[in-house]
């Protein structure tokens, strides 16, 4: 597939340029030069263990050129998906996540949404959400990770509770984050660019590069964070590109994808 021209860079954050507080290597430089370029760049992210504010002053502690603006995450699409639908959730995500949803009424919730949320995924509160969802309350997933990178190994994501709920309740969740088309779709609408003019770079084959190349953009595998021998076999069309890491990746852009001078030399 081949780009009309390329306006923007979609970058994952989480397992892409850092590992909780670890940057990958060389990471910071090469965002750096992927900034000289002529493409917008905005960070796509399904994290829900914190906030956006804490998410950015964390990058921002790594070095990471970046604004808070340029974030956009799973936290923000589920909160503008309840306020379209003007229900009061009962949510199920992390105490630091929480301050992106202030303002909403949560009291007599009548909506379950589920993120990440390792303290609160106990059996009352899982059967609290099942009976609420019995009666009718939609189940909102902010997304269906199947796990993710932490330092001390992999862990389990929030896709197998909510896949319990669905299961438990014969339902369906709608989910808001990668790899939904409309989450790409969203990113790119303030940055004037369609899907053909923009590459996604991320670790997860099915819901950073499968979610974007499903959605008409380029994505690119990095051998990092939760990536595993063998993730670029598990979508198809297969990735445009795996690489080992986050700066490979901006070489290739650099090189290849923007017919700069340095392909000529």
């Known amino acids: 597939m081949a780009l009309r021209s390329l306006k923007a860079v979609l970058v994952d ?28 760049v905005k960070f796509v992210t399904n994290t829900t263990k914190e906030c956006k504010r804490t998410l950015f002053e ?26 379209q639908r003007a229900v009061r959730p009962l949510l199920l995500v992390e105490d630091s996540a929480r301050e992106d949803f202030t303002g909403l009424e949560t009291s007599d919730p009548n909506a379950v ?42 862990a389990l ?48 084959a099915r819901d950073d590069v499968g979610g974007a190349q499903n959605a008409g953009m380029l994505g690119i595998l990095v051998k990092t964070g939760k990536y595993r021998p063998g993730d670029e076999g598990k979508i198809n069309p297969p990735p445009h590109l795996t690489c080992d890491s986050f700066p490979d990746a901006v070489n290739h852009i650099l090189e290849h994808l923007l017919g700069s001078k340095q392909s000529e030399n």
């Open 58 to 83: 964390r990058l921002r502690r790594l070095n990471f050129d970046l604004q808070e603006r340029e974030i956009f995450t799973s936290l923000t699409a589920a909160r503008n998906l309840l306020e």
């Open 113 to 154: 949404v589920i993120g990440l949320a390792p303290d609160h995924f106990n059996y009352q509160t899982l059967n609290k959400a099942f009976r609420l969802i019995l009666d009718g309350a939609p189940l909102i997933a902010i997304h269906k990770a199947r796990y993710y990178k932490r330092k001390d190994g992999l």
């Open 157 to 204: 994501g929030p896709g197998p509770f909510v896949t319990g709920l669905e299961y438990a309740t014969d339902t369906q969740a709608t989910v808001v984050g990668k790899p939904e088309k409309a989450f790409f779709l969203e990113a790119l609408r303030d940055l004037n660019c369609s899907p053909e003019e923009a590459v996604m770079i991320g670790d997860d």
């Open 13 to 40: 954050l989480s397992g892409t340029l850092h590992i909780e507080d670890a940057a990958v290597p060389g990471a910071q430089e090469a965002l750096t030069r992927l900034r000289q370029s002529p493409v917008a």
